[in-house]
């Protein structure tokens, strides 16, 4: 008899972006390993991105249980526009934010902890605890953000003695956007509170990232599991290689992850190297910030520049596996150590070098030179990161640019799978 868990979950199709992946994989894999999946979820939530293409990856056996949500971002769309950027965690430096701005941030910092979700909690442990009963469930698991579903899976660990799992797919206190929600001492003290409840309650922490469970392993305990998010083998074929040389950046590349040491270098190149100029084409695949684009045309490389927008998944698994060079970009501060892209195993399984900048110490500088999948800068590397990009170049102009990648098997969404189902079998 197949063990029963039950996964709460904002995120799920026809929901698109990094958010949805994880499980949704899960999910999908879970039953090999004697497991059977039961998805709670909301039925009428408001997506930042949609991706209906992810729906064919949910089979028809598994149970998708629904429940009204009743979300402020929903009326706030009817006022502003900003409300949709602020729900993706997408917030402007102080200078930049306008009056409605400010009191958006406000009111999302101090009259919603933990996050706007907040108000499915009650209304979901209701539902769940019937359910759960009825259907002799002894094993729960609460993935975020958004963290107040974590609120929940304490409830209901609380009132029915079930063994719950909280999944952190980002830090909640000390993830980068926290500090911008215009916080009270008071508020920020709340969510420091249920930060510690939830992490000294649940059975078991599962966190994406080594310098969150170190974290975390300061706060609490309790068991802490590092399963990063991974790869799968999707059946993307593609027929050949871009003609020039690309450097493709897939995801959403926003106003704060503004590398100037990279547009500073390509301004170089273009300007000292003619074969460079007529052959290279810089890719941003999905939503690009203001700030990046003024950028670039300060150092005239707007013309050189394919702005894609946003692709469904296949899209942008296609568009990884036939660049030249792919780019991956982290924000330069201690916040963003712990944070793994999604797009980084993506990257892996496309088997075409990556060029990554960030932070010193960052999880993903060991991800990647412990897979050999590329090469890894800091800010301050400016003529190392040039002459990596010329010798990227020439190997392209002598058809020669491939990834060397090692060990990568074990980010298989597959494997990946058996590991969290050993830990919810323990």
């Not at 293409?53 to 089979?59: C, F, G, P, R």
């Not at 729900?87 to 009191?103: A, H, R, T, W, Y």
């Not at 649940?202 to 392993?217: G, P």
Request: charged share 20%.
């Amino acid at each position: 008899m197949p063990k029963k868990v039950l996964i709460i979950t904002y995120y799920w199709p026809n929901a698109g972006g990094p958010g949805v992946q994880r499980w949704l994989k899960f999910v999908k894999y879970l039953p090999e390993f004697n497991i059977e999946p039961i998805v709670y979820c909301p039925e009428n939530a408001t997506y930042p991105i949609i991706d209906n293409t992810l729906e064919a990856e949910i089979s028809k056996s598994i149970t998708v249980l629904k429940q009204p949500i009743k979300e402020p971002y929903q009326l706030a769309n009817i006022f502003s526009k900003q409300s949709k950027t602020i729900s993706k965690g997408i917030i402007k430096g102080p200078k930049k934010q306008g009056l409605v701005e400010k009191l958006m941030l406000y009111v999302r910092g101090n009259f919603f902890i933990p996050d706007a979700r907040k108000n499915w909690i009650n209304p979901s442990v209701i539902f769940l605890e019937n359910y759960i009963k009825e259907n002799q469930i002894d094993t729960i698991i609460t993935t975020g953000p958004p963290h107040s579903l974590h609120l929940i899976g304490m409830q209901l660990k609380t009132k029915l003695k079930v063994t719950w799992f909280a999944d952190f797919r980002d830090p909640w206190t000390t993830i980068g956007y926290h500090k911008k929600l215009k916080l009270t001492k008071s508020s920020a003290e709340k969510h420091l509170k249920l930060e510690h409840n939830v992490l000294n309650t649940a059975n078991h922490i599962i966190v994406t990232s080594y310098n969150t469970k170190r974290e975390f392993s300061a706060k609490t305990q309790q068991p802490i599991s590092v399963i990063t998010n991974g790869f799968d083998d999707e059946n993307v074929k593609i027929n050949a290689l871009d003609e020039k040389f690309t450097i493709s950046h897939i995801g959403s590349l926003l106003s704060e992850r503004n590398p100037e040491i990279l547009w500073i270098v390509l301004g170089e190149l273009i300007k000292e190297n003619k074969a460079f100029s007529n052959q290279f084409e810089l890719q941003l695949v999905g939503a690009v910030g203001q700030a990046i684009l003024d950028r670039l045309k300060f150092h005239y490389l707007m013309q050189h520049t394919n702005l894609v927008g946003y692709v469904n998944h296949l899209e942008a698994v296609k568009l990884q596996k036939q660049s030249q060079v792919l780019l991956l970009v982290e924000i330069n501060s201690e916040d963003t150590k712990a944070i793994i892209p999604g797009k980084l195993f993506e990257y892996f399984n496309a088997k075409r070098p990556i060029l990554a900048i960030g932070p010193d110490g960052s999880d993903v500088e060991g991800l990647i030179h412990q897979t050999n999948t590329g090469y890894y800068y800091l800010y301050n590397e400016k003529e190392a990161l040039k002459q990596r990009i010329i010798s990227l170049f020439n190997l392209y102009l002598n058809k020669n640019l491939k990834s060397e990648s090692s060990s990568i098997s074990k980010f298989s969404r597959q494997y990946l799978t058996e590991q969290l189902a050993q830990i919810l079998k323990t």
